[in-house]
């Protein structure tokens, strides 16, 4: 959800689709997985009334932006986020309620959740589905002024940086709605701002879509990001009706891919002004009336099968006991835990790990070493990173933040199946463990494939 420079002008020369109206009751269950998806993610919000969330399923964004990240959260909006449960709670009926609020002074709070998992993604061959079911706030008008409901997602290396590497990493805007419009958007953000291959502040949009009743009822809305052709697609869908789609065909292949092929986290919130309600006529104003809430009824996220994502066990499992051969080969695919990455077909056989970018990282459990020293590493790698795109491949012990012992550089190798055996020194080490390979670079763009790791001595 960034800064949009839509004027109200161009919006009301927008058409307006009608879209179908559902009777349904205000708790329902989690929809059953569509066919041949899985659900990977759900939350019916049961629990008891005025409670918050289960914080390890989601993260409470607080303030006025990520820590290091752009002021006001990159949008202008004017609230300050909270964890409390005046903003955000449970209310006993099987929903989430996000409440804007006003206290005496005319300071704004509202609450933003997001995902702890960053890892929702399509794998080669598949496809994944973000749905919610949810209630726009019921206000118009006057009263209205202001209002900015969110439901969406963002690429997953926003979150270690505070979404400064934001709009190349990818942005799906599922549902947005502003100053009580009876209406919906939809929006795909990528590629450089401003201006670049996607419009920038505005997005490639669906323009204003009409969505009667939303403020007053349930509605469904979903994305669909779907790689079983290779002309990937991004659907949107209101109550089950795809009202706008957006195609690879229609970027630069470098923009799609780094805005669509890694993982995601989902986010709800509601916004108070900003650049998107100043498009419409603003607000808040002193008109604005604090207090309406979104009701969300259920999140919930699908994948379907067509390769190894990070939401599935590595088909090349890792040890269940024991160490590991520091002096062997280690299947990257192999590992313990993970951020970020998807395992794939390789042309060399078996699997690789793909899709990896700044703020990645693999881990491998207990590694001996022996008592004799190491001279080195080895990586079987393959880039197809795009001109500029460059990254350091390292290697640390016992702590993702604890200093490398040993790293490569890596630009573009001619393809993302075109491999490469790198070395990088290693300082002298002994004994058994944790082996970190992590992955930085200065920019959002997917840099590497990694195959095997192994040392040498």
Known sequence: MRLRVVTAGAAAALALAASAVFAMTAEAAVPAAPSGMTTVFSDDFTGAAGTGLNRSNWLYATGTGYPGGAANWGTGEVETMT???????????GNLVIKPLRDSSGRWTSGRVETQRTDFAAPAGGKVRIEARLQQPNVSGAAAAGYWPAFWAL???????????????????????????????????????????????????SGERACSGCKTGFHTYAIEYDRTTANEQLRWYLDGNNYFTFSKNQLDATTWNNATQHGFFVILNVAMGGGFPAAFGGGPTASTQPGVPMIVDYVAVYQSSGGTTPTTPPTTTPPPSGTRDAFSRIEAESYNAASGVQVETCSEGGQDVGYIANGDWLQFNNVNFGSGGVRDFVARVASGAGSGVSGLVEVRL????????????????GGWQTWQSIPGNVSGVTGTHTVYVTFTSGQPADFVNVNWIQFRK
Do not use: K
């Open 398 to 413: 016992d702590s993702r933040t604890s200093a490398p012992i040993g790293s490569f550089a890596l630009g573009s190798t």
């Open 83 to 93: 964890d409390s449960t005046a903003n955000v709670y449970q209310d006993g009926n």
């Open 155 to 205: 690429g997953g290396a926003a979150r270690p940086v505070g979404a400064t590497n934001w709009p190349g990493i990818g942005e799906w805007d599922i549902m947005e709605n502003i100053n009580g419009r009876e209406s919906v958007f939809a929006a795909l953000h990528c590629g450089t701002n401003p201006g670049g291959p996607c419009n920038e502040t505005t997005g490639i949009t």
